[in-house]
């Protein structure tokens, strides 16, 4: 893996995360799932991560739309839209529904970028769905998330502490819940403008859904399945005094080491949260990742 040096850099703790039309546009059966689609061009499908709603693109939204055709996932239970399954599947239900949504709309390949969860799910939809995914960007996302604490962890050890989290997420008010929420923001986000907005997508999710989520991300491992993906695959991580930029060069290359060819594009300065707190650089990446055949350094 190259690490490409972008001028700027990022992370602080993932522990802590032309002319529009509307998704159901073309969808006279009203099958589709409802994803919001803007812009003309070749198709490039953007997934928010745990508790975001589709808005988290809007800085890239105009820009990205003048050049593809892009869907907004909106994943179910997350950010005001209703749950529509179990929670204990809501990561496999995920998945399924953006396949469906493409199958839906006819759509045999697409380009593709998702942050935290929505990284992790693009990295599920590459080596399940081989030919669905042309190219993949991963916005500051693991293979598998508790490396963030331990190059050694597995699933099995952290299992237990999972079903702590969920079970403590599940027991708490309203008011603890959201309280947890507006102290954990600041770990994700450093622009301060952010900190209530990023808080009240969380609390406007479905509890259970959101806390299926994170246990699913929690004991999920896909490094098993990286070496199945030949999409050209760019990852663009945050760095920032918490956690410099050697340590997330490590972090990351490690995590990725089974994916062929995969670049690695540090962000400095900037938390979870790049696109809030590094909107320049993030744009200049993503577009730049979008553009890389793999063959070439992005943004070279």
């Given amino acids: 893996m190259r690490i490409l040096d972008i001028g700027l850099a990022a992370l602080a703790g993932l522990a802590g995360f032309a002319a529009a039309t509307s998704a159901s546009a073309n969808d ?116 598998f998330f508790p490396l963030i604490f331990s190059p050694l962890a597995t699933a099995d050890q952290v299992r237990p502490q999972a079903d702590n989290i969920r079970a403590q997420m599940l027991s708490q008010s309203d008011e603890a819940f959201a309280a947890s929420q507006q102290a954990g923001v600041r770990s994700l986000v450093s622009n301060p403008d952010y900190h209530q907005t990023v808080a009240d997508w969380s609390i406007a999710s479905d509890r259970a859904s959101f806390a299926g ?39 990351y290359n490690g995590a990725y080491s089974d994916l062929p060819g995969a670049q690695l594009r540090i962000i400095e300065d900037s938390f979870h949260f790049i696109m809030f707190d590094q909107p320049e650089a993030f744009g200049e990446a993503l577009t730049a990742a979008l553009k890389s055949d793999g063959s070439a350094p992005a943004g070279d």
């Fill in 28 to 143: 006279t059966a009203g099958t589709c799932p409802p994803y919001e689609s803007v812009g003309t061009g070749p198709d490039l499908v953007l997934v928010p991560g745990l508790g975001s709603p589709p808005t988290v693109w809007d800085g890239v939204k105009d820009k990205l739309s003048q050049d593809y055709t892009v869907h907004f996932v909106h994943v179910g239970g997350f950010a005001g839209r209703s749950a529509n399954g179990s929670p204990d599947t809501i990561v496999e239900r995920a998945a399924d529904e953006i396949i469906a949504y493409l199958d839906c709309k006819g759509i045999e390949g697409t380009a593709y970028a998702g942050h935290s969860m929505g990284g992790f799910l693009g990295l599920k939809l590459a080596s399940e769905h081989p030919g669905r995914i042309s190219q993949l960007v991963i916005v500051d996302s693991l293979p």
């Fill in 213 to 251: 989520a994170m246990h699913a991300l929690m004991t999920t491992d896909l490094r098993p399945s990286l070496s199945a993906i030949s999409t050209p695959t760019t990852i663009i991580a945050a760095a920032n005094s918490f956690a410099p930029r050697g340590r997330i060069a490590n972090l």
